[in-house]
């Protein structure tokens, strides 16, 4: 009897804790084994970090910042606009930002794979920190997606820096439309009360 996709994830995850190149080794032959997405995410869709590839130290570090000021929840997909944006929740409030695009095209570390890019180089993103950014996707189960998130360093060498999920059921619950100004003005009005 086979692992499913899921357990197989979880498995990885579990040997991080005791070896993590083991662990990343688990985790890219899991990615290696799925395909682009079809059909393409079209959506809300939850996601989580399976694991960070920083530096020893850096590591826990940022994943202790970004899990306390700006939890990372998923991102939502325009299918047919090949475009989206990131899920963030602060202060119980759902933010949507860092704006990307999406192509089929290789793999930057799996060049003899076909996965979803999702470029994050567009002027509206920071230039010096997100526009440096590079997630590939791809399905690994019916309802299930591996992503790899690669950094840009200031110097030009690439490197692998994160593995996130889209888990089974893990739609979010729709919530209203607003503009950045409304986004704004909504965090603003939190903050006040």
């Known amino acids: 009897m086979t ?13 991080l804790k005791d070896d993590h190149q083991e ?13 682009p997405p079809d059909p393409p995410p079209d959506g809300r869709y939850a996601g989580e970090f399976v694991a960070l590839n920083l ?3 850096l590591t826990p570090l940022v994943q202790g910042i ?18 989206g944006d990131n899920v963030f929740t602060r202060d119980s409030l759902a933010l949507r930002a860092f704006a990307f695009r999406t192509t089929l095209g290789p793999g930057r570390t799996d060049p003899d794979r076909q996965v979803l890019k999702i470029d994050y180089d567009l002027p509206v993103n920071p ?6 950014l590079l997630d590939e996707l791809v ?15 200031w ?18 619950k729709p919530s209203p439309r607003r503009s950045c100004s409304e986004r704004h003005k909504v965090a603003r009005s939190a903050k006040a009360n």
């Open 139 to 153: 399905q690994i189960g019916d309802s299930l997606y591996l992503g790899k998130a690669h950094l840009k360093w």
């Open 3 to 15: 692992m499913d996709h899921a357990q197989e994830i979880r498995s990885a995850r579990a040997i």
């Open 55 to 57: 530096a020893p130290g």
């Open 66 to 83: 970004t899990q306390a000021w700006m939890p990372w929840k998923g991102k939502t997909f325009e299918a047919a606009r090949a475009r």
């Open 155 to 172: 110097w030009g060498r690439w490197q692998l820096v994160a593995y996130f999920s889209k888990t089974p059921g893990g739609r979010l």
């Open 127 to 132: 230039q010096a920190s997100v526009r440096r």
């Open 23 to 35: 662990g990343l080794a688990a985790l890219n032959a899991i990615f290696r084994a799925g395909s």
